[in-house]
C-alpha cells in the first residue's frame, strides 16, 4: 500500500462502513421476522394449552368410563402431555430469547459501524490512518463473526478469514 494507486480512499472506507451497517441492519429483518413467527408459534401454544387447561378444569374433555381409564381422559397422561407441552413452549421461548439477543448484538454492531463512518468522515482524511481505525474496530468487535458470508477488512488483510473465526471462539 505504498503507491498512491493501492491506496484507499476514506470515502471508499466510510462507503465499506456504511455498506457493512446496511448489511447488518438487513440480518436483524431476517432475524426479526423469524422471532415473529416463533412468537406467533409460542402464542398458539399458548392458546391450546389454555383451552386444554380450561376444557380439563371444566370436564368437557368427556367423561371417563371408569377409575382407571388409560386412554385419552387418563389424568397420568393428561399431566405428562401438559409437561411436554411446558417444555416444549419453554425450548420456544428460550430460542426467541437467542433471537433476541443476537438481534440486539447485530443492532448494536451496525450502530457502531455508522459511528466508525461519521468518525471517519469528520476526523480523518489520511485512508491508511482510516483503514487502521477500521481495522482496530473490527479486531475489537469482532466482526468477522457476524459475517458469514461475506469478508471484512479485517480478513482481506489478515489473510485468513477461517483461523479468524475459530481463534475467536477458542
Avoid: W
Avoid at 420456544?92 to 450502530?111: C, G, S
Amino acid at each position: 500500500m505504498t503507491d498512491d494507486h493501492d491506496t484507499i480512499s476514506v470515502e471508499e472506507l466510510v462507503e465499506y462502513c456504511q455498506t457493512q451497517a446496511g448489511l447488518l441492519s438487513g440480518y436483524v429483518e431476517t432475524i426479526g421476522a423469524e422471532m415473529d413467527e416463533l412468537l406467533d408459534e409460542i402464542d398458539d401454544d399458548i392458546a391450546k394449552l389454555r383451552t386444554r387447561v380450561a376444557d380439563h378444569s371444566s370436564g368437557t374433555e368427556g367423561p371417563t368410563t371408569s377409575s382407571t381409564t388409560t386412554g385419552p381422559n387418563d389424568p397420568q397422561r393428561n399431566l405428562e402431555e401438559f409437561e411436554e407441552l411446558e417444555t416444549e413452549l419453554e425450548e420456544k421461548q428460550a430460542i426467541a430469547e437467542a433471537k433476541r439477543a443476537r438481534m440486539a448484538a447485530y443492532q448494536d454492531l451496525a450502530v457502531a459501524y455508522i459511528e466508525v463512518a461519521e468518525e471517519l468522515e469528520s476526523t480523518i482524511d489520511d485512508g491508511r490512518t482510516a483503514l487502521d481505525r477500521i481495522l482496530n474496530f473490527e479486531r475489537d468487535h469482532d466482526a468477522p463473526a457476524y459475517f458469514d458470508d461475506r469478508q471484512t477488512i479485517l480478513e482481506a488483510t489478515t489473510g485468513s478469514a477461517e483461523s479468524l473465526r475459530s481463534d475467536s471462539h477458542r
